[in-house]
DNA sequence: AAGTCGTGGCC
DNA sequence: TGGCCAAGACT
């Protein structure tokens, strides 16, 4: 099947976005020619659902405490929930513990390099597995994150938003548009990605400031607005979620463990409690040490 | 494959 | 105000 290109010659685009990310990447920690791939996989852990401004303190933090993968498996999982702090989805927090320890067990201590390997980790899905291969390795990976989908639909496709779930005409585009030089592929990811979260951003695009404009198909469209079914959204009062955060709030400031009634204390409702503390416990984040008493896992 | 999983900021 | 959104992963 042939492929149908209806945008600019890549080569042309590759080089507005190098060009603009030159002139407008933001200067951030993991992006620094010192940072480790250690570094740009924490970084990435912290970056899933969670803004650039709320990760930067809790990233220096981190990597000042475990430089290494080695130095965070040495200590318990509970500390990692704990360092976590505020930043949300503390699965996350576990999920990375227990892939420094398989770099220890599997890797030597080492961020494994291939793509598959990375894939292979807790915590490290499609998009993080190549952004750790792009950004620290400098390989050539389609790197397909919210950001890079949102300026490929309205760039490409001439829509306002992609679709729920990534598609593979999304990923055929990722890869046709990918430069053929590894270190050209990897600053087109990070570019494309810095262009959606500083200028096709998802409420209000600044499309004069955009260097793909003249290339944009949903702007040549008018900019249609969005047609397609409506995007759940992530209601939050009153949800589990919730009662999961005020419960693990109260064990992250414990240092050491806690009566039931402080937990009970956050919230009214026993039942919805009841089930929100069992949820932490399956999840590995709480650790019951007796009858009535709990605490983050050791 | 649609739901679940935190938290905070923005308009 | 409250819905929407933020470098997703997992089941």
């Known amino acids: ?44 852990f912290m970056l899933q659902q969670t803004p650039v401004k709320r990760v930067l303190p809790a990233y220096q933090a981190w990597l000042e ?39 220890v067990e599997r890797h030597g201590g080492e961020v494994p390099t291939e793509h598959a390997e990375l894939l292979a980790l807790p915590g490290v899905g499609e998009y993080t597995a190549a952004a750790v291969a792009s950004f620290a390795f400098r390989q050539r990976h389609a790197v397909l994150d919210t950001n890079v989908r949102r300026v490929f639909a309205r760039a490409v496709t001439g829509e306002e938003y992609p679709a729920q779930a ?5 990923r055929r585009t990722a890869v046709e548009l990918l430069p053929d030089h590894p270190e050209v592929a990897a600053q087109w990811a990070v570019g494309v990605m810095e262009l959606g979260a500083l200028v ?6 600044e499309c ?25 959204g992530q209601s939050y009062e009153g949800t589990d979620r919730q009662v999961r955060g005020k419960l693990l709030a109260v064990l992250r400031e414990a240092h050491g463990e806690v009566p039931q009634h402080r ?30 008493v709990y605490r983050l896992p050791q």
């Open 65 to 103: 405490r475990w430089p290494t993968p080695a130095s965070l498996a040495e200590d318990a999982p509970g500390e990692a929930v704990r360092m976590w702090g505020r930043l949300g989805y503390p699965r996350r927090a576990l999920r990375l513990h227990a892939a420094a320890s398989a770099i």
């Open 208 to 232: 004069g400031g955009c260097p793909l404009r003249a290339h944009c198909a949903w702007d040549r469209a008018g900019r249609p607005p969005y047609q397609g079914p409506a995007r759940r």
């Open 200 to 205: 096709c951003t998802a409420r209000s695009p």
């Open 1 to 44: 099947m042939a492929t149908t290109t209806t945008h600019a010659p890549a080569p042309l685009l590759h080089t507005i976005v190098l060009d603009w990310y030159r002139e407008h990447a933001r200067d951030l920690p993991w992006r620094a020619s010192d940072a480790s791939p250690w570094a740009v996989m924490v970084s990435e």
């Open 166 to 170: 990534t598609t593979a005409a999304e």
């Open 263 to 292: 937990l009970d204390a956050v919230w009214p409702e026993p039942v919805q409690r009841s089930r929100a503390l069992d949820g932490l416990i399956i999840d590995g984040l709480v650790e019951p040490v007796a009858p009535g």
